[in-house]
């Protein structure tokens, strides 16, 4: 029902920086719980960040905190996942999801996902 669609993903060095972007098709966007997720080869799928119908309620994974950020436009159905002092270690195909409860960082809670971006860090 809600179709979402990802992009911003690329190559970059270790330091850079990526914004990515997901646009969703729900008209009530602006009550759905969004959140970043991330799998790479041989691991399961990780939380990375949430953000709420509520702008000021966000949560990040320990790993990436303080480097990324999430944020929402209701305006333009977009969430964002500005990412900073990218690591080798960040890369992997990340997902965009839609939830109609609160926020969670369980993948299981979430309804809607994206097809995935792929982001690569080089050292």
């Known amino acids: 029902q809600v179709q979402l669609v990802e992009s911003g993903g690329g190559l970059v060095q270790a330091g850079g920086s990526l914004r990515l972007s997901c646009v969703a098709s729900?008209?009530?966007?602006?009550?759905?719980?969004m959140g970043w997720f991330r799998q790479s080869p041989g691991k399961e799928r990780e939380f990375v960040a949430g953000i709420s119908w509520r702008v000021s309620v966000t949560d990040y994974a320990d790993s990436v905190k303080g480097r990324f950020s999430i944020s929402r436009d209701n305006a333009k159905n977009t969430v964002y996942l500005q990412m900073n002092s990218l690591k080798p270690e960040d890369t992997a195909v990340y997902y965009c999801a839609a939830a109609r409860g609160g926020l969670s960082i369980r993948a299981e809670t979430y309804d809607y996902w994206g097809q995935g971006t792929q982001v690569t860090v080089s050292s």
């Open positions: 729900a008209r009530t966007f602006s009550t759905y719980t």
